[in-house]
């Protein structure tokens, strides 16, 4: 089955096609076709293609909105300039798995779309103002171009936490505003803690039920999961992307009076506060460089930037922070698995967050994690460590994927 899988973002859609079946899911053989983004969607749009065994393309066209984007996009997949032998027309392409960020506490599982389902996203749009609506324009783009009679199957980032406990969810303010407005911790990077998880277990032919991992996304937004037989208890981000980690751009914890406290000494509206500390703060607002954790490493390294220096550390302390936390909510874990930008491509960062994680019997192997870059998966730690580390790159457009092709098939996910 060739699945086409789309990522709308506010000005950007991201995509990739799959094939995919039960059979390749099960050995791992699924074949990526090829993957690609546009951005700059609304204007004059950038356009990076990268189709397996071809070199990369790059170009530009006027896209005045998603539909434009993604019939682009189809127009180009089933072009003989696209190289993919398997897709001759937009009959070749048997489904499309959508990532919807947000799915609320009504969808607990990737589910085909419907009149009633799109209903449901769009009533998540108010929870996630800033991604729904964008996901939401992918539904409608692929419906108007293929036809309804390709399937669509809606994948949400919420959807592995749903089975995070009350105790773990609910902030301490009054419930009725649980209850009125659903204000609670849903978390996100749902299908990448879930298929780090899944990856983990069958790398070292486990068990579901003996799946107890604390899950490291770390990249330009970060977030941590207590995993405990196979699933989600506990993690870092919560009623947004906003809460938890140390990221790129993004605050992450913090005192709420902070809110009231800035607006009042600059004069700013509560707007223009909440923007600060999600595009101002994190890594950028520390360091006043810049939010990419490589061109820190790179000027503390070759300049001995303090306050670059002073953004990491701070990055590895709050990471380091949940990881004692989680440790403690899960009484102990089998081990800590890093994945994400950073999580898979800086050992330096990783060696700094399981420094002094001895106590709780990790015992890194230096040669191991320097080694460990460029997506590959293993341990960091050395053999026997009571508590190991692991690198386990993230692969979160498979999991739609495959998600999207139990759905049609008529299996559950």
Same mark, same amino acid.
Request: glycine share 10%; with cysteine.
């Given at each position: 089955?060739?699945?086409?899988? *789309?990522?709308?973002?506010?000005?950007?859609?991201?995509?990739?096609?799959?094939?995919?079946?039960?059979?390749?899911?099960?050995?791992?053989?699924?074949?990526?076709?090829?993957?690609?983004?546009?951005?700059?969607?609304?204007?004059?749009?950038?356009?990076?293609?990268?189709?397996?065994?071809?070199?990369?393309?790059?170009?530009?066209?006027?896209?005045?909105? =998603?539909?434009?984007?993604?019939?682009?996009? $189809?127009?180009?997949?089933?072009?003989?300039?696209?190289?993919?032998?398997?897709?001759?027309?937009?009959?070749?392409?048997?489904?499309?798995?959508?990532?919807?960020?947000?799915?609320?506490?009504?969808?607990?599982?990737?589910?085909?779309?419907?009149?009633?389902?799109?209903?449901?996203?769009?009533?998540?749009?108010?929870?996630?103002?800033?991604?729904?609506?964008?996901?939401?324009?992918?539904?409608?783009?692929?419906?108007?171009?293929?036809?309804?009679?390709? #399937?669509?199957?809606?994948?949400?980032?919420?959807?592995?936490?749903?089975?995070?406990?009350?105790?773990?969810?609910?902030?301490?303010?009054?419930? &009725?505003?649980?209850?009125?407005?659903? $204000?609670?911790?849903?978390?996100?990077?749902?299908? /990448?803690?879930?298929?780090?998880?899944?990856?983990?277990?069958?790398?070292?032919? $486990?068990?579901?039920? @003996?799946?107890?991992?604390?899950?490291? =996304?770390?990249?330009?937004?970060?977030?941590?999961?207590?995993?405990?037989?196979?699933?989600?208890?506990?993690?870092?981000?919560?009623?947004?992307? %906003?809460?938890?980690?140390?990221? !790129?751009?993004?605050?992450?914890? %913090?005192? #709420?009076?902070? *809110?009231?406290?800035?607006?009042?000494?600059?004069?700013?509206?509560? =707007?223009?506060?909440?923007? *600060?500390?999600?595009?101002?703060?994190?890594?950028? !607002?520390?360091?006043? $460089?810049?939010?990419?954790? @490589?061109?820190?490493?790179?000027?503390?390294?070759?300049? !001995?930037?303090?306050?670059?220096?002073?953004?990491?550390?701070?990055?590895? &302390?709050?990471?380091?922070?949940?990881?004692?936390?989680?440790?403690?909510? %899960?009484?102990?874990?089998?081990?800590?698995?890093?994945?994400?930008?950073?999580?898979?491509?800086?050992?330096?960062?990783?060696?700094?967050?399981?420094?002094?994680?001895?106590?709780?019997?990790?015992?890194?192997?230096?040669?191991?994690?320097?080694?460990?870059?460029?997506?590959?998966?293993? #341990?960091?730690?050395?053999?026997? /460590?009571?508590?190991?580390?692991?690198?386990?790159?993230?692969?979160?457009?498979?999991?739609?994927?495959?998600?999207?092709?139990?759905?049609? &098939?008529? !299996?559950?996910?």
């Amino acid at each position: 089955m060739n699945v086409l899988v *789309l990522n709308c973002g506010s000005s950007s859609v991201r995509f990739q096609v799959i094939d995919t079946d039960t059979e390749a899911a099960a050995r791992d053989a699924d074949r990526r076709l090829v993957q690609g983004r546009v951005e700059r969607v609304g204007g004059h749009a950038l356009i990076v293609l990268e189709a397996t065994g071809r070199p990369k393309v790059v170009e530009d066209a006027p896209l005045r909105d =998603h539909r434009a984007a993604v019939d682009w996009i $189809l127009r180009w997949i089933v072009s003989k300039e696209s190289g993919i032998d398997a897709i001759a027309s937009a009959a070749d392409i048997h489904a499309v798995g959508h990532r919807i960020v947000h799915g609320g506490e009504r969808f607990r599982e990737s589910v085909r779309i419907d009149a009633e389902v799109l209903a449901g996203i769009e009533e998540c749009v108010e929870l996630a103002p800033l991604h729904n609506p964008a996901n939401l324009k992918g539904i409608r783009a692929v419906r108007a171009l293929l036809g309804e009679g390709v #399937p669509d199957v809606a994948v949400f980032d919420t959807a592995f936490h749903a089975t995070i406990p009350e105790v773990a969810y609910l902030y301490g303010i009054p419930y &009725q505003y649980y209850r009125r407005f659903k $204000l609670r911790r849903y978390g996100f990077h749902g299908t /990448s803690h879930r298929y780090v998880a899944y990856r983990y277990r069958k790398l070292r032919d $486990l068990p579901k039920e @003996r799946v107890n991992l604390i899950t490291l =996304h770390l990249g330009n937004g970060c977030s941590a999961c207590a995993i405990q037989g196979g699933r989600s208890v506990d993690t870092s981000m919560g009623f947004t992307p %906003l809460e938890g980690l140390l990221m !790129g751009s993004r605050s992450g914890d %913090l005192d #709420p009076s902070i *809110l009231e406290f800035l607006c009042e000494k600059e004069g700013i509206t509560l =707007h223009e506060a909440t923007a *600060l500390l999600n595009r101002q703060s994190g890594l950028l !607002g520390v360091s006043g $460089l810049t939010a990419d954790m @490589r061109d820190l490493l790179a000027e503390e390294s070759e300049h !001995g930037d303090r306050r670059a220096r002073l953004a990491i550390e701070l990055f590895c &302390q709050r990471v380091k922070k949940y990881v004692g936390a989680y440790l403690a909510e %899960l009484g102990g874990a089998e081990a800590l698995v890093f994945a994400g930008g950073i999580g898979e491509n800086a050992p330096s960062v990783r060696a700094r967050i399981c420094a002094g994680l001895d106590w709780f019997g990790l015992e890194l192997d230096h040669e191991r994690n320097a080694a460990l870059l460029g997506g590959r998966a293993g #341990p960091i730690t050395r053999d026997g /460590s009571r508590l190991a580390a692991w690198v386990v790159p993230t692969d979160e457009e498979l999991l739609i994927a495959r998600d999207t092709m139990r759905v049609v &098939q008529g !299996g559950r996910t």
